[in-house]
Structure formats: structure tokens, C-alpha cells
């Protein structure tokens, strides 16, 4: 039974749970099984030797002038009876069988043992998904659920729910196909840890950029900022550092391989690439692409919560008015989000 005990110990350890920590918990386990057995009295020690394949349990007795407790405790008159050279402040031992545990006490040592490696899964799973916070991970989905429209993902030896609200607009998921999603965070205070992860949000399509343009994975090409409504649009700024490296055309690729790598992953979405300035006029006029502005004029206020907010007013050419502000003014409102400021669109008479 020992040699079979450190052999499982061994194979949790290749399964990513350390063996000093099992042992631990083993130990813990024994103890436990052992105060079951005599109604929570006496002190008791584990010995586990890895080398030797051994687990041995051992009582405890404390030699003392006067007995408080005959659970734990010994006279000296007792102990030498027991060994002679046995002294004050010696504590004798009594190694008891691990197989003559009673049935309760054994499930008692075995439930301490399950909770253990529980744990520890479970520590694993956070770990794991907390250096994978804010990156993408390819899952499988398992099922869709008819009811609620949520997807089940496969995401390596766990379970993930894509919820239906964090699911691109309109994409079509079927059973078993494979989908890249974007890890927003882990929730630990639940009984089981969940992966929240997400379709809809902007660090997808980040993600996506930085993994398929080799000039932002070398530093070269920056991301400066990201606005999105999932399903429709797509807004982002990028820059250089290298003057001779042009940041939307890197980002576009060889007749657009790049770009249209990327709008397939996300169902076909737009995508505006633009290039960010310091100069602000320049960066909203080119955040309000594909219209032409005439001129931008800046200004602060403060807003409903009494705090300083960025805004501007922009003037178009009036055929180019209804192409700034966008359908149901999506366009103005993404410039806005990726620019910061607030933007009043008038058309120039």
C-alpha cells in the first residue's frame, strides 16, 4: 500500500502538483485520522520517507514531574518503566499501524487527502489563467446551449463559458468549431474558479494586431489606442518609431493579407486603421476618416460630474457630413472614444 501511496504522490507531481505540498497535506491526513480514532486526544507524528517508501505514524508522550494530561503526558517513574534512559522533557514514541485505523478514521484521512488535491487543482487553474489574463487562447466549443445561447469551450484540460452577451453581434458559432477568444479575468471567489472570456471585448482585436503584424511584435509599430463595437466597427491608432516604417501599412500587409487576416477572425468586422498624433487637430481629423474635415477647434469644459473634459468642435464639407458622423453615429462616436474627446460634427455652409 506505501509503495502504491508514493507512486500516486508521483504521479500528481507530473500532473502539476508538487509532491512537498501533497506531502503536507498526507501528513495533515493522518493526524486527523489518528485524533478521529482516540476522540481528539493525543499528539501523534508522520513520517513519510520518500527513499524508503514508508509511512509511519508514531504517538506521542511528553515526560513530565507532573501529569496534566495522561493523553500526551508521562510521569517520569512511568517512562522509565517504559525505557530507562528516558529523562524529563523527553518525549517517548509509540509507532501505531496505519492499517489498524478504523473505517471512519481512514475516510477521514481520505476526504483531508481529496481536499488537498482539490486545492491544489484548483490553485493551478488561477495560476494558469492568471499569466493568461489579457491575451487570446484557442478553444473548441463544446455545445451551445439552446436556451440562453451561451457557448461551452473546451480550453485545454477546462471548461469555459463564452456568455452570449460577449459574443460578437450576428457571428454564427457552431458545435466543435475552433474560436479564438480573449481571456478578460479569472474569478477566484466562487467555489470553483471561472474564466471570463470574451469575443466583444477591444483587447481581442489588440491581441490580434500584435500577433499577426511582425512590427508591433518587434517593438517598431506602437498601438496607441482601441475603439470597437463588436460585429460592426473598428477603430485603431498606431504609430512608428521608425520614420521609415509606415505604422497603417504594416498593420494592412501585402494587398491587405494582414488586415483581412484579421477581419476574418472577427466575423468580417471593419476595421480603421489610422495613424496617431501628438498634434490633436491632426489625430481627430484622422479619426474621423474615411470623411474629410475642413478644421478642428479645441475646447475644455466640465462635464455633469464636475469633472475637466476634452472636447472639440469639427467643420465638414456638408456633403461629407453625414460620412463623419457615421450610421446612428457610429463613426463620431468611436473618433471620440479613440481620441478622447468629446466632438461636435458641423457641416461648413
Known amino acids: 500500500m506505501n509503495k502504491e501511496f508514493f507512486e500516486a504522490l508521483e504521479q500528481l507531481e507530473q500532473d502539476g502538483i508538487p509532491k512537498e505540498y501533497m506531502l503536507e497535506k498526507v501528513e495533515a491526513a493522518l493526524q486527523t485520522a489518528f485524533k478521529k480514532e482516540y476522540n481528539g486526544q493525543s499528539n501523534v507524528r508522520v513520517m513519510l520517507d520518500c527513499e524508503k517508501k514508508q509511512v509511519r505514524v508514531f504517538e506521542q508522550w511528553t515526560v513530565v514531574e507532573e501529569v496534566e494530561d495522561p493523553t500526551c503526558q508521562l510521569?517520569?517513574?512511568?517512562?522509565?518503566?517504559?525505557?530507562?534512559?528516558?529523562?524529563?522533557?523527553?518525549?517517548?514514541?509509540?509507532?501505531?499501524?496505519?492499517?489498524?485505523?478504523?473505517?471512519?478514521?481512514?475516510?477521514?484521512?481520505?476526504?483531508?487527502?481529496?481536499?488537498?488535491?482539490?486545492?491544489?487543482?484548483?490553485?493551478?487553474?488561477?495560476?494558469?489563467?492568471?499569466?493568461?489574463?489579457?491575451?487570446?487562447i484557442t478553444s473548441h466549443i463544446v455545445l451551445i446551449d439552446k436556451n440562453t445561447g451561451n457557448a461551452i469551450l473546451e480550453i485545454g484540460k477546462h471548461q469555459a463559458t463564452l456568455l452570449k452577451s460577449e459574443q460578437i453581434p450576428g457571428e454564427i458559432l457552431r458545435s466543435g468549431q475552433a474560436l479564438k477568444v480573449y481571456v478578460v479575468d479569472i474569478k477566484t471567489d466562487t467555489k470553483e474558479p471561472v474564466i471570463i472570456v470574451?469575443?466583444?471585448?477591444?483587447?481581442?482585436?489588440?491581441?490580434?494586431?500584435?500577433?499577426?503584424?511582425?512590427?508591433?511584435?518587434?517593438?517598431?509599430?506602437?498601438?496607441?489606442?482601441?475603439?470597437?463595437?463588436?460585429?460592426?466597427?473598428?477603430?485603431?491608432?498606431?504609430?512608428?518609431?521608425?520614420?521609415?516604417?509606415?505604422p497603417i501599412g504594416s498593420c494592412i500587409g501585402?494587398?491587405?493579407?494582414?488586415?483581412?487576416?484579421?477581419t476574418n477572425e472577427i466575423a468580417g468586422e471593419k476595421i480603421d486603421i489610422i495613424e496617431y498624433s501628438e498634434n490633436p487637430e491632426e489625430f481627430i481629423k484622422a479619426a474621423l476618416s474615411p470623411a474629410q474635415v475642413v478644421e478642428v477647434s479645441l475646447s475644455?469644459?466640465?462635464?455633469?460630474?464636475?469633472?475637466?473634459?476634452?472636447?472639440?468642435?469639427?467643420?465638414?464639407?456638408?456633403?461629407?457630413?453625414?460620412?463623419?458622423?457615421?450610421?446612428?453615429?457610429?463613426?463620431?462616436?468611436?473618433?471620440?472614444?479613440?481620441?478622447?474627446?468629446?466632438?461636435?460634427?458641423k457641416s461648413q455652409f
Open 75 to 136: 510521569t517520569l517513574s512511568q517512562a522509565k518503566a517504559i525505557k530507562s534512559k528516558l529523562k524529563l522533557g523527553d518525549v517517548y514514541e509509540k509507532e501505531i499501524k496505519t492499517k489498524d485505523f478504523g473505517r471512519i478514521s481512514a475516510q477521514a484521512a481520505k476526504m483531508v487527502i481529496i481536499q488537498g488535491i482539490r486545492e491544489a487543482e484548483r490553485q493551478m487553474l488561477i495560476d494558469e489563467y492568471e499569466e493568461k489574463k489579457n491575451d487570446i
Open 300 to 345: 475644455t469644459g466640465v462635464n455633469e460630474e464636475g469633472k475637466l473634459e476634452k472636447g472639440c468642435t469639427v467643420i465638414v464639407p456638408q456633403d461629407q457630413l453625414s460620412l463623419a458622423i457615421g450610421n446612428k453615429g457610429q463613426n463620431a462616436r468611436l473618433a471620440a472614444k479613440i481620441t478622447g474627446y468629446k466632438i461636435d460634427i
Open 198 to 246: 470574451s469575443r466583444k471585448h477591444p483587447g481581442l482585436v489588440k491581441r490580434l494586431f500584435e500577433l499577426e503584424v511582425p512590427e508591433i511584435q518587434d517593438g517598431t509599430v506602437i498601438i496607441h489606442s482601441i475603439a470597437r463595437e463588436a460585429g460592426s466597427r473598428t477603430k485603431i491608432s498606431v504609430w512608428s518609431r521608425n520614420k521609415d516604417v509606415d
Open 254 to 262: 501585402v494587398k491587405g493579407m494582414r488586415k483581412t487576416n484579421i
